[in-house]
């Protein structure tokens, strides 16, 4: 049993209504927790006065510089003690998810039972980065707990100027649009930067985060560094008792409305059945003994909404991959920044083909911890030195894929031009 | 205390765990192999693999930040009518696997009589995005947790339905870092007044060269204020984002009544249709009203039952914008139209209308 609760009328307010309330999870711990009764006490006053009162701090485990989140409270009372002493130290531990967040109840009971012995018993499945958020632990029982999750399997994760806890969808574990091993690729090339995660020394953080389609389901191109979507090269497949089951249940307005007027760039054409074009591009299915809809390969730009509406009538091709863009990011400093195309194509089938996604992967962390400046991210970097120093600093070919237009203004000096030209034909011809 | 023992336990770098120790069976067996998917019910995925195996998934809401009572709740579910399997999704929905369809229906009976609202696929409105807010964060403008919890009571039935036009992502951020990231509708901290700052503990605290390097707009200098070397804002330049605020805690930048909430709409990270988008900022100036935040939960309803009533199938928020156009969004949603929505940060020229594109 633990101490006297602190009165909490305006949290009470926060376990009415339907929602399941974190709330009532906070006070269910406080019933035998004093660090819970506390923190309940210092959120209450956050309400009160609209204010936080946490700062940062340096807390560790032994080995490791990030990880931790550390939190000392800052409501203090004149003579400067903490007016919630029992939860004037409230540390997350950060630790790293599997990929795809799948887990057994064996495996989290384990996590509960020990976070419940070591700290408040407060969880987060999962933080913004993907990490399992253990919130809530004294600077002395850090260790302790760190330990046990350790034993059990888990890893920290990253914090501070480090390479960050990564994210992968739930891929080829129960998703037909998946087109590469997701987790396979994460753990690859997560566990090869683990001096970087743990030991924080890059000029600002770097985030990887892996979408088995263009569908972006880990949000990639807008939350990471370097993201790492799937997608195929040939042409779409098509299934045509699946086909001609969406059509069957939705018609052809639906199909017009929904399908082929929908396709960003007219890649798809409803078509007479008796009049489907052929061609080693063209994939085309019937939807009925009267109609069918045909894609030319060579115009989509694999956006997957086709796929989305008419699921297994129309699948990814066989021939997969994955996209690779870098540099998105939030807003600070130059504002947001979406990803761009560093990578149009790379298989990553077999372990040698992961293996070359490493190599990239090091060869842009490199150059971001030579290059960029303090509290830089690397889209920023990009913006301030232009893709084609960052391409050439990485050792990446240029292509018309990475760019939305070409230029649009002519302040270039281009007295290297037939140079680059023979170049461009050279390769050409070796190809 | 084991931080004090004389040979602390070195940890093992052990990385990522492998997720394959943690797969239901079905998953494990098809892995690679899944051929479609279907959703007989909101709140319920079914898929089918190649070699004709099933799966149906019943995806449940949480609150993200749970007590262990609460994941042993989930988790005795778990092993009464889902083998012992769970995962989670990126907006904290949980998720149980059953190979067998006639384990789906006590399954969700289980979970709605113990609390947790069963929903959050195809065309609902999932779960919130969020960040950690008064409960953890060091900068905080306001609770994420909080605000949540109020607007997903109110959205309740949207995540238990599926009757929006498109599926619908939406975000909270307690400061305009926006970590809560990019969705169709997003509420985020917007402050209006630069930092106060503590000139007496400037110095011992901010490294100051790197605190002026912080500034998007170049509106700090290093000072002498009272004697003290410390650091001054040009208040005419200042566009109170908050930026220094992280680095230099003196320079508080959170303010009971003139830290306000903004609305941002149109964000979608999908590549589907269209390229992925930005939001945009269409209200601000919302007072940060604890416990339930009204105002906000007000707005984003306007915005998103002006969405629902209006949008074609398959429009996501920003492609219904595309189609309708802003000055009908503001005219819909009776959202005032004010300058501050006019962007005039760097590239800003480019999100202005040229053309004479013009619906009347």
């Not at chain 2, 494990?28 to 898929?47: A, I, Q, S, T």
């Not at chain 2, 919302?286 to 209006?310: F, G, H, M």
Request: with cysteine.
């Amino acid at each position: 049993m633990a101490k006297k609760m602190h009165s909490t009328p305006m949290l009470d307010e926060l376990e009415t209504g339907p929602w399941p309330s974190f709330v009532t999870g906070l006070k269910r711990l406080a019933k035998d927790n004093d660090m819970m009764v506390d923190l309940l006490g210092q959120l209450e006053t956050s309400y009160e006065t609209k204010k936080g009162y946490w700062k940062g701090g340096t807390v560790s485990v032994f080995g490791y510089g990030g990880g931790i989140i550390p939190r000392f409270t800052e409501l203090k009372d004149d003579a400067g003690k903490p007016k919630f002493p029992d939860a004037a130290e409230f540390h997350t531990l950060r630790v790293m998810p599997p990929p795809g967040m799948h887990y057994n109840t064996d495996i989290l009971r384990k996590l509960c039972d020990s976070w419940e012995r070591h700290g408040s018993g407060l969880i987060a499945f999962h933080g913004q980065s993907g990490d399992i958020m253990f919130q809530g632990v004294r600077t002395d029982k850090v260790q302790d707990a760190f330990d046990e999750i350790n034993e059990l399997g888990f890893d920290l994760g990253g914090a501070g100027p480090a390479v960050r806890t990564s994210m992968s969808c739930v891929g080829a574990a129960r998703c037909e649009q998946s087109c590469y091993d997701e987790a396979a690729a994460h753990r690859t090339v997560l566990n090869n930067f683990l001096d970087d995660i743990h030991r924080p020394s890059l000029p600002y953080k770097f985030k990887f985060k892996f979408s088995g389609c263009p569908n972006d389901c880990m949000n990639s191109i807008q939350r990471s560094d370097m993201a790492i979507i799937g997608t195929w090269r040939d042409n779409i497949r098509t299934d045509e008792k699946l086909a001609r089951a969406y059509f069957a249940k939705h018609g052809v307005t639906d199909l017009v409305n929904d399908v082929v007027s929908r396709c960003p760039t007219k890649a798809i054409q409803l078509v007479d059945a008796a009049k489907i074009p052929t061609g080693p591009t063209i994939s085309a299915v019937k939807v009925s003994d009267t109609q069918a809809i045909a894609i030319e390969n060579r115009d989509c730009v694999r956006c997957m909404h086709c796929i989305n509406v008419m699921t297994g009538g129309l699948s990814p091709g066989k021939d997969k991959g994955a996209t690779i863009l870098c540099g998105g990011k939030r807003t600070l400093k130059i504002g947001d920044l979406m990803g761009t195309v560093i990578v149009p194509f790379m298989k990553l089938e077999s372990d040698e083909d992961r293996e070359k996604l490493v190599d990239l992967a090091q060869r842009v962390v490199d150059f971001f911890a030579e290059n960029a400046l303090e509290h830089e991210r690397v889209g920023e970097t990009i913006e301030r030195i232009g893709l084609v120093n960052f391409l050439e600093g990485v050792g990446l070919e240029v292509d018309p894929n990475m760019v939305a237009t070409p230029r649009m203004n002519p302040y270039v000096r281009t007295d290297g031009w037939d140079e680059e030209v023979a170049k461009v034909q050279a390769k050409k011809q070796a190809a | 205390m084991s931080t004090a023992t004389a040979t602390p336990r070195r940890a093992i770098e052990s990385g990522v765990p492998d997720n394959q120790q943690y797969l239901h069976p079905t998953l494990k067996k098809n892995y690679g192999n899944w051929k479609y998917h279907d959703r007989p019910r909101p709140g319920v995925l079914h898929h089918v693999s190649y070699s004709g195996e099933e799966v149906w998934s019943v995806r449940a809401g949480t609150q993200r930040q749970m007590d262990v009572y609460t994941i042993r709740k989930l988790c005795d579910i778990a092993d009464q009518f889902a083998d012992g399997h769970v995962r989670f999704t990126i907006r904290s929905n949980i998720e149980f696997m059953v190979s067998d369809e006639r384990k789906v229906a006590p399954l969700i009976e289980a979970l709605q009589k113990n609390g947790f609202p069963v929903g959050g696929t195809g065309n609902s409105v999932s779960m919130i995005a969020h960040t950690q807010g008064w409960l953890h964060c060091d900068i905080p403008g306001t609770d994420a947790s909080g605000a949540v919890k109020a607007l997903m009571d109110d959205l309740h039935q949207e995540f238990i339905r599926e009757e929006m036009p498109n599926r619908v992502h939406l975000s909270a951020s307690c400061c305009e870092i926006n970590c809560g990231g990019q969705a169709d509708i997003a509420v985020i901290i917007q402050h209006t007044k630069p930092p106060k700052i503590n000139h007496d503990l400037v110095a011992n605290v901010c490294e100051r060269p790197a605190v002026v390097a912080r500034c998007p707009v170049a509106a700090i200098r290093p000072a002498l204020v009272n004697g003290k070397p410390s650091l001054e804002v040009d208040e005419k330049k200042c566009i109170c984002c908050g930026a220094c605020y992280p680095p230099c805690p003196p320079m508080q930048i959170n303010d009971p009544e003139h830290s306000k909430l903004a609305i941002w709409v149109g964000g979608k990270n999908s590549n589907a249709r269209g390229k992925p988008t930005f939001m945009k900022m269409v209200a601000s100036g919302l007072p940060n009203n604890p416990p339930r935040w009204p105002e906000v939960s007000e707005v984003v309803k306007k915005i998103l039952y002006t969405y629902k009533a209006d949008a074609r199938p398959w429009e996501r928020l920003s492609d219904w914008v595309e189609r309708i156009g802003w000055p009908r969004f503001f005219e819909k949603t009776g959202l005032p139209f004010t300058k501050y929505l006019i962007d005039d940060w760097r590239g800003s020229r480019s999100n202005l209308n040229a053309s004479a594109h013009i619906r009347f």
